[in-house]
C-alpha cells in the first residue's frame, strides 16, 4: 500500500513538473518589469514586491516567472535583489560567468517551454572574476576546465579592442551567449519567430545600474 501511495506520489510529482504553462505577459512587459525594478534599486526605493507569507503559500502551489535570467554566481549580483523583485517572479540560472553550457541550456528551456517564460536576460558584470581568470591566460599555467574553455571565444573576440580588455570580454561573452542560446536546438524556433526574446546587458558593481547591450 505504501509502495502505491508512493509510486502515484512520484507520479503526480511528475506530471505537475511537466505540466506546460502559456506566458503570463509578454516579452516586452517582462523586460519592462526588470528594467523597472533595476531603476527603483539603484535609487533606493524598493517595493520588495511578492515576498509576503500569503505570496509563498500561493507559489508553493506552482511558479509562473515572468523572465528567466542567466547571471553570474558572484554574491554581489543576484537578479531577484537588483531587479527588485520576488518569490516566483524570476527563474534564476546562476553559474560563474554566466556562460551557457548544456545544462543551463536545458534550464532555460525548461523555463520557456514549461512556465511560459518569454524573456531571457543574459546578464553579465564588471570585474568578473571568472572573465579576469580567462583575460589573464590561467589556461595556459594548466589551470583550464570547463568555466574558462567556455570563456575563451569571448577573450579571443575582444582581443584588440580599445578599452580595458576584461570589460570588453564580459561584453563579448554576453554577446556571444545570447547568439549561442538563440542558435540552440531547444530555442532557436521560438527566437526566429519571435515568440521568445533574448536580450543581454551589464551589471555595474558600484552603481547598481544595468547597461542593456544592443541586439
Known amino acids: 500500500m505504501m509502495l502505491a501511495i508512493a509510486a502515484l506520489s512520484i507520479a503526480t510529482t511528475r506530471a505537475v513538473i511537466a505540466a506546460d504553462h502559456g506566458p503570463t505577459v509578454t516579452a516586452a512587459q517582462a523586460l519592462q518589469a526588470l ?12 517595493e520588495h514586491p511578492n515576498q509576503t507569507p500569503e505570496v509563498r503559500a500561493d507559489v508553493a502551489k506552482g511558479q509562473h516567472p515572468f523572465a528567466s535570467v542567466l547571471a553570474c554566481s558572484d554574491s554581489r549580483t ?6 527588485d523583485r520576488g518569490l516566483g517572479d524570476i527563474f534564476t540560472v546562476r553559474v560563474a560567468g554566466n556562460v ?3 545544462v543551463v541550456i536545458e534550464s532555460l528551456d525548461y523555463s520557456v517551454k514549461h512556465l511560459g517564460v518569454r524573456a531571457v536576460m543574459v546578464l553579465g558584470h564588471r570585474r568578473c572574476g571568472a ?9 595556459e599555467e594548466g ?4 568555466m574558462l574553455s567556455e570563456l575563451r571565444p569571448a577573450v579571443a573576440a575582444s582581443k584588440g579592442m580599445a578599452g580595458d580588455p576584461v570589460e570588453n570580454a564580459v561584453r563579448e ?4 551567449v545570447i547568439k549561442n542560446l538563440a542558435a540552440s536546438a531547444e530555442l532557436s524556433a521560438m527566437v526566429k519567430s519571435g515568440e521568445l526574446k533574448i536580450v ?9 545600474m544595468i547597461e542593456m547591450l544592443k541586439d
Do not use: M
Open 200 to 208: 543581454g546587458g551589464v551589471y555595474d558593481l558600484d552603481t547598481g
Open 131 to 139: 572573465v579576469i581568470a580567462a583575460v589573464a591566460g590561467h589556461e
Open 78 to 83: 543576484p537578479p531577484e535583489i537588483i531587479f
Open 100 to 102: 551557457a553550457d548544456k
Open 143 to 146: 589551470d583550464v576546465g570547463p
Open 173 to 176: 561573452n554576453v554577446i556571444l
Open 35 to 46: 528594467l523597472d525594478g533595476n531603476r527603483r534599486f539603484v535609487v533606493g526605493k524598493l
